[in-house]
């Protein structure tokens, strides 16, 4: 055999091996397993216990955070600076989230304005869908206990500087806030923050969200 033919065997040879070990060690990405795994450094944040007021009246607990994904959101109705694009996010994330476990909670900060008829009719203006979109109220300590408390964020304060003019002809204080979607998973852990104005950074969320919940469907 000559030394030419020879290099040409061996050369085949190992490149075969090599081929064989990469499928018999090479492991499926699991995309869901991934999904549902929090970000760095998210296990520092936490959900602590909390009881708010839907937009039908109905008590709403931590509890129901549980056993779903939900994707969590600071606002109030008459926000005109980054409430409204927030919002519009957030409802293109609910209805490219059709049809999946993804469920949809947003806190108003505006406890003084914000009742639950408040709530319905800014659910009514811009087209939520209630059946998954809860939109809730509490008192100011509990709103700033769960963003500082347990978010790490920044308390939500009233900025005098900044005045709102209100459908009933008196005004308001605009109320600085968090802008991110918190990504909340099934055991009630924090597996990302999303910046809510951003739009790429919404779809990120949005295809991240979905995977998470065909993985977690599986597993029921």
């Given at each position: 055999m000559s030394m030419t033919r020879a290099l040409v065997i061996i050369t085949v040879a190992a490149a075969?091996?090599?081929t064989a070990a990469m499928v018999l060690f090479a492991r499926p990405v699991d995309s869901g397993a991934m999904a549902l795994a929090p970000d760095p450094n998210m296990d520092l944040l936490s959900i602590p216990e909390f009881e708010v007021?839907?937009?039908?009246?109905e008590t709403y607990t931590r509890d129901e955070l549980l056993g779903q994904l939900t994707i969590l959101d600071f606002f109030f109705t008459h926000c005109p600076f980054i409430c409204p694009p927030m919002s519009q996010n957030m409802l293109r994330a609910q209805r490219a989230l059709a049809n999946t476990d993804v469920q949809f909670l947003s806190i108003s900060v505006d406890p003084e304005?914000?009742?639950p008829e408040r709530l319905k009719e800014y659910a009514r203006e811009i087209g939520a869908d209630t059946s998954t979109w809860t939109f809730t109220t509490t008192d100011r300590e509990t709103v700033n206990r769960i963003l500082r408390d347990g978010l790490l964020l920044a308390s939500s304060q009233p900025?005098?500087?900044?005045?709102i003019n209100?459908?009933?002809?008196t005004?308001?204080?605009?109320?600085?806030?968090?802008s991110h979607f918190i990504l909340v998973g099934p055991d009630g852990d924090i597996l990302s923050l999303t910046n809510g104005l951003n739009r790429a950074e919404v779809d990120v969320l949005i295809d991240?969200?979905?995977?998470?919940s065909?993985?977690?469907t599986s597993r029921r």
């Open positions: 075969l091996i090599a007021t839907t937009q039908d009246g304005h914000d009742t900025n005098p500087e900044q005045v209100l459908p009933s002809g005004t308001m204080s605009n109320i600085t806030h968090p991240r969200a979905r995977q998470a065909t993985a977690l």
